[in-house]
Structures are given as structure tokens and as C-alpha cells.
């Protein structure tokens, strides 16, 4: 519907307080390869805030373990139990899950504790490359003609 109307009721929603453990009814609205948006009515997590939102549950949050296809879990009109994992109320979006919190599968943890490095250090190699390279005998190139007589 409305992105401005949606955006007040999130942000309602955020400022009332939800239960992020707390499952409630939606409707599923539309399937796509990558999850479901669910629409929900936000006066069934607080107080007070009335209208409805639609979130997205990502494939990754149909059900506990392999999900293959979202079509596989949720067709468009079933109702289902979701909860609301996160709120983003600048970007007017909403992270759903239909499973509980313990069943989410753990962020994968990168070497290094650093998100935009993909090596350890001692994955990397030595630090000190360039000097070593410079240590080693290198061979000479020439430019020159090459002649081939048919």
C-alpha cells in the first residue's frame, strides 16, 4: 500500500515496543525466490498501534533447517504464525521469521573477526612480499624480433 502510511505505523510500532519472541497471524501477500511478504495487523504486538504491515520472511526464515524453494513451505493467501525479528523504520522495512529465535540458523562468523576480510592473515601469506621477491633471482626479459621464414 501507502509507503508514508506504512513507514508512520512502523515507526508506531517501534515506539510502543514489540515482543521479538512473540508469534502472531499473517496473511502471506506474494511469493518470490527469496521469501515471503507476509501481511500482519500491528494492534496484535502492541498497544495501541493500529494498521497493518507487510514483511518480508526470508527464505533463510521459512522453517528450521534447508529450505529449497519458498513455494515448497507458503502459498499466496496461507495463513501463518510469524514474528517480527527487526524493524527498520528509516528504511521502512520489516525483517519477519516464522521460526523462533533459538531454531534461527547463526550468522557465519568470518576469520579474523574483520566483515571485509575473507583471509586470516595467516591465510594471506607473508606480509612482507615485496622484499622477499626482491631477494629472489629474477629473469630477464628482451623485447625482440621473431622472425618465422615460410
Do not use: C
Not at 528450521?64 to 523504520?89: E, Q, Y
Not at 521502512?92 to 550468522?107: A, C, T
Amino acid at each position: 500500500g501507502d509507503r508514508e502510511a506504512q513507514k508512520k505505523t512502523i515507526a508506531g510500532l517501534a515506539d510502543a515496543g514489540y515482543d521479538s519472541d512473540k508469534f502472531v497471524e499473517g496473511s502471506v501477500a506474494s511469493v518470490l525466490d527469496f521469501g515471503a511478504f507476509v501481511r500482519f495487523d500491528t494492534s496484535q504486538l502492541a498497544e495501541g498501534v493500529e494498521g497493518e504491515l507487510d514483511g518480508l520472511v526470508h527464505i533463510s526464515a521459512l522453517q528450521a533447517g534447508r529450505t529449497n524453494a519458498v513455494s515448497d513451505v507458503v502459498s499466496v493467501g496461507d495463513t501463518v504464525k510469524i514474528r517480527v525479528k527487526n524493524l527498520d523504520v528509516d528504511g521502512g522495512k520489516v525483517g519477519l521469521s516464522m521460526i523462533s529465535k533459538e531454531d534461527e540458523p547463526k550468522p557465519r562468523e568470518r576469520k579474523g573477526g574483520n566483515r571485509n576480510q575473507r583471509w586470516s592473515p595467516d591465510e594471506m601469506g607473508a606480509s612482507d612480499w615485496a622484499d622477499t621477491m626482491k631477494d629472489l633471482e629474477q629473469p630477464q626479459f628482451v623485447n625482440g624480433p621473431f622472425v618465422i621464414q615460410r
